[in-house]
C-alpha cells in the first residue's frame, strides 16, 4: 500500500502505540495516516521549513523538528 498526499519528498516517519503512522516531509507538513488502512487522517502545519525529524512521545505527544530552527509539540488525540 501506499501512502500519498506530501506535495515533497517523505524525511521520516514514525509509528504511535496505536499504529498511527506520522509522516514529516519537505514540504513542512506532517501528515497523519491510519495505520490500519493507511487513510489520511488529518495534516498538521506550522513549520515554514522541512520537516526532518519526529517522534512519538509520552502523554500523547508528538514532537516535530525543523529546519526553521523549531521544535513544535502536538497532541496526537
Known amino acids: 500500500r501506499r501512502l500519498e498526499g506530501h506535495t515533497n519528498w517523505?524525511?521520516?516517519l514514525a509509528v504511535g502505540p496505536d499504529g498511527t503512522v506520522y509522516s514529516g516531509s519537505f514540504d513542512g507538513?506532517?501528515?497523519v495516516w491510519?495505520?490500519?488502512d493507511?487513510?489520511?487522517i488529518r495534516t498538521l502545519?506550522?513549520?515554514s521549513e522541512p520537516v526532518f525529524?519526529?517522534?512519538v512521545g509520552l502523554n500523547?505527544?508528538?514532537y516535530t523538528g525543523s529546519l526553521d530552527k523549531s521544535i513544535r509539540v502536538?497532541?496526537?488525540r
Open 10 to 12: 517523505v524525511q521520516c
Open 29 to 31: 507538513t506532517i501528515r
Open 34 to 36: 491510519s495505520g490500519e
Open 38 to 40: 493507511g487513510a489520511h
Open 45 to 47: 502545519s506550522g513549520h
Open 53 to 55: 525529524a519526529l517522534t
Open 60 to 62: 500523547d505527544k508528538l
Open 74 to 76: 502536538w497532541s496526537t
